[in-house]
């Protein structure tokens, strides 16, 4: 397992030298639907080999209202809302597309709030539309991860099995599933850890107000036990990159990614 980050096109050229800098190699990318061109396309591959950079995913957000909480998230985030389901399929046949163009394997994304009630009607709709946009993936031999957070790992587990495709797979966070207050990461790789192809590094604390998420740490200060978490990908086979993900801004996000990536290294060096 190797250490990386998430980086944001179109700054990904004083990323990519920033990763060098401090010994950094690999990444998760974003590159919004806007600036899928081919001089963009063209552009990202040429600073990936400049730098030197393995791009093990394409992060798939997509366009329209997004509120990150419990009361407008189920009907915004993800490919699950109605209102917004067929552009955002469409947008993610586009990050399938973009992957192949940089050679990449994986793309991530939310699917949103999956219902846990299988026999609701939002659910049963989703499944067949899914099974479709994997049709897409299929064809050109790219993964569709889904990223943790807003269902339970056993709800996730269903979601994957009923879809029924081999090219789906879990860009797990840790930090999510106690952000939505879903699991406790290390147990939740009991029920999804066959699944994962990516990992977000990321901290946490549990939600105390029933419409808003918990608060979001850096690594370290939170309540992900990363040397269990870590172990516990070294039990399964789990190979990858760790991506850090830390959401704030300026200075202090790249020296909490620092200091989550010395964290990272000492556990790593003990296994």
Avoid at 24 to 42: K, V
Avoid at 55 to 75: C, D, K, L, R, Y
Avoid at 141 to 149: A, H, K, M, R
Wanted: with cysteine; glycine share 10%.
């Amino acid at each position: 397992m190797k250490v990386g980050v998430i980086v944001k096109y179109p700054k990904i050229e004083e990323e990519f030298s920033w990763m060098r800098e401090n010994g950094i190699d690999n990444c998760q990318m974003y590159m919004m639907p806007e600036y899928q061109t081919e001089e963009n396309i063209r552009r990202a591959i040429d600073l990936r080999e400049q730098y030197g950079i393995t791009v093990t995913s394409i992060v798939g957000m997509w366009t329209g209202a997004q509120e990150w909480n419990f009361s407008a998230g189920p009907m915004t985030l993800g490919l699950i809302p109605t209102a917004y389901r067929d552009r955002r399929m469409q947008e993610m046949r586009r990050y399938c597309d973009l992957a192949v163009g940089l050679g990449v394997s994986d793309v991530s994304s939310h699917m949103g709030f999956i219902p846990e009630y299988m026999y609701d009607t939002v659910y049963r709709e989703w499944i067949p539309a899914m099974r479709d946009l994997m049709h897409y993936y299929e064809a050109r031999d790219v993964y569709l991860d889904f990223e943790t957070g807003q269902e339970t790992p056993v709800t996730m587990l269903r979601a994957i099995r009923d879809i029924g495709s081999d090219h789906v797979g879990v860009n797990f966070d840790s930090g999510n599933l106690i952000l939505y207050g879903k699991a406790n990461p290390v147990d939740a790789l009991d029920v999804i850890g066959s699944y994962v192809r990516g990992v977000h590094a990321k901290d946490a604390t549990y939600p105390t107000d029933p419409l808003y998420l918990g608060d979001e740490q850096a690594l370290g200060e939170g309540m992900v036990d990363f040397p269990r978490f870590v172990r516990r990908l070294s039990e399964i086979g789990y190979g990858g990159a760790i991506t850090i993900e830390r959401e704030c801004a300026g200075d202090r996000e790249r020296e909490d990614i620092l200091r989550g990536k010395q964290l990272l290294d000492g556990i790593l060096a003990e296994l």
